[in-house]
């Protein structure tokens, strides 16, 4: 069966400090995968996606970016943390868009 | 589109009841309709799904209604349980895009 994990669950990092998430997937090959970012009590906003190795498309400018090194592998990343990045983020994983799609179990990040 | 800037509406039901979770989506082309369950603190979890060859299909104690013609999907859950408390999502899928998500509905459960 197929898994996603996602690590850290919980983060607090510092104003000006770099960050990495990172996702993966295992039970299947070739997802679609993509991050997420619900403030508290929001919706969920499409962050970046990516259907195949190096290919990354990305929602929403920022200073966040995104980085598929491995079929199974997606990194969510910043060289430098904002208040504003705080929230819970989120990696999903589908077999295509016509498909459902499977959600990690997120990571708190608040940045102080 | 999304509307990931507003505040959840909120929707009380008694426990036993029955709960309608209402979604308005936007793209009369969209074919592929998913309702998620988000408890607090994890990652949405799939409940039901519906292609637009269908209006109507149910599960365990949960039924999706699907109305093109004015562009609504339902979620309906019967006799609802304190479990049952959560945020809920309808999502939609209209071409070779990412499922684009509602604004999201928290039920709470009165016990």
């Known amino acids: 069966s197929q898994t996603i994990h996602q690590w850290p669950a919980t983060l607090v990092q510092p104003v000006g400090s770099p960050l990495s998430l990172e996702c993966t997937v295992e039970?299947?090959?070739?997802?679609?995968l993509y991050w997420y970012r619900q403030a508290a009590g929001r919706g969920l906003q499409l962050l970046f996606y990516s259907v195949g190795i190096g290919q990354i498309s990305s929602e929403v400018p920022q200073n966040l970016s995104a980085s598929r090194p491995q079929d199974r592998q997606f990194i969510l990343s910043s060289k430098k943390l904002l208040l504003s990045d705080s929230g819970f983020y989120l990696c999903a994983w589908s077999r295509g868009e016509s498909y459902g799609y499977t959600f990690g179990s997120g990571t708190r990040l608040t940045v102080v | 589109g999304e509307s990931v800037g507003l505040h959840l509406p909120t929707l009380s039901v008694q426990e036993g009841d029955n709960s309608i979770i209402n979604c308005a989506y936007s793209n009369s082309a969209s074919d592929y309709f998913i309702w998620y369950k988000q408890e607090s603190g994890k990652g949405p979890q799939f409940i039901i799904d519906i292609r637009s060859n269908m209006d109507k299909r149910q599960g365990q104690r949960v039924t999706v209604l699907l109305n093109k013609t004015v562009k609504h999907l339902s979620l309906q859950i019967a006799a609802t349980q304190p479990g049952d408390s959560a945020v809920y999502f309808c999502?939609?899928?209209?071409?070779?895009?990412?499922?684009?998500f509602g604004k999201g509905t928290r039920l709470s459960v009165i016990a």
């Open positions: 039970g299947t090959s070739n997802p679609n």
């Open positions: 999502a939609e899928y209209s071409g070779n895009t990412p499922l684009v």
